[in-house]
């Protein structure tokens, strides 16, 4: 099955840039996706690549893709502590079948 | 639209007890998941329904859990008899047809006491 691997932690300052990284095994993911977790709640979905693009901007996210390296990367601007959460990294492989990684806690200090 | 609901939403039974879960997912959703997410770690799949036809159940431990979807809308997950190693929130999450993104619920967190 599929491998998707992520950093456990991830500490940045209020107003700072944070980068989450992720990596995965299998390269016929139509999708890759990222979501957010808070203490007590199911996942929220916050963005997606389709794997033939690059980079996708959606407001204070950005996400870079490189297929070659299987390597997808979040990066949210202007971090607020609002963002502090945990945050998965998920593919989709065939016939719909998701895999998640263990999640990067991000922790935001003012 | 109405998001994806679950319940109970919180479950505590002692080992050798047997529970069920709920799930119901969004209206005109065809692929319907249940998770098990163990703490500190991400979700994992337990079985996969493509309308009411089973898609993916591998890492379903079917000597103690099972999963239905009846008439292809709601779903129940049962564990008999629960573990200690079941305490766990179980999410559910449904899709639309194709590749495309899953909707998650709340989830049901189990513990077996």
């Known amino acids: 099955g599929e491998d998707v691997e992520q950093s456990l932690f991830l500490s940045v300052r209020e107003g700072d840039s944070s980068v989450i990284n992720c990596t995965y095994t299998?390269?016929?993911?139509?999708?890759l996706y990222w979501y957010k977790q808070e203490p007590g709640a199911g996942l929220q979905l916050l963005t997606y690549?389709?794997?033939?693009?690059d980079m996708k901007q959606d407001q204070r996210l950005t996400v870079l893709l490189n297929k070659k390296d299987k390597h997808l990367s979040l990066r949210i601007a202007d971090t607020q502590t609002g963002d502090s959460a945990i945050y998965f990294c998920a593919t989709n492989g065939n016939f719909n079948k998701f895999y998640f990684g263990s999640g990067t806690k991000l922790n935001v200090k003012p | 639209e109405a998001g994806v609901a679950q319940s109970p939403r919180y479950k505590i039974i002692e080992k050798r007890q047997s529970v069920a879960f709920w799930c119901n997912p969004i209206?005109?959703?065809?692929?319907l998941y249940w998770y098990q997410q163990i703490l500190g770690q991400g979700p994992k799949l337990l079985i996969q329904f493509q309308n009411n036809g089973v898609v993916d159940d591998s890492q379903l431990p079917k000597d103690r859990f099972s999963a239905e979807r009846l008439k292809g809308v709601d779903s129940t997950l049962k564990i008999q008899p629960a573990k200690l190693e079941d305490s766990a929130v179980y999410l559910c999450?449904?899709?639309?047809?194709?590749?495309?993104?899953?909707?998650f619920g709340p989830g049901t967190r189990l513990t077996v006491l």
């Open positions: 999450a449904s899709s639309p047809e194709g590749p495309d993104t899953q909707y």
């Open positions: 209206s005109g959703h065809a692929t």
């Open positions: 299998d390269s016929s993911s139509t999708y």
């Open positions: 690549i389709f794997s033939n693009m």
